[in-house]
């Protein structure tokens, strides 16, 4: 849906490391933190690491 409205590049939020340029361009992993990220989660979603240990707690 997103190609046929024109969008050429969509981003998840899924903290998941992935190539520079991505195979699907429409769903482009990203890393998020803000200036109250902790520096343990910091750490951990740098890391990529955080999608497991979230799942691993229960997250969805």
């Not at 361009?25 to 890391?47: A, E, G, Q, W, Y």
């Amino acid at each position: 849906m997103l190609r046929r409205l024109g969008y050429r590049v969509g981003f998840l939020f899924d903290h998941r490391h992935d190539r520079l340029l991505p195979r699907r361009p429409l769903r482009t992993s990203r890393l998020r933190v803000n200036s109250t990220t902790s520096r343990d989660r910091f750490d951990t979603i740098l890391s990529g690491l955080h999608p497991a240990l979230h799942r691993l707690r229960g997250g969805a």
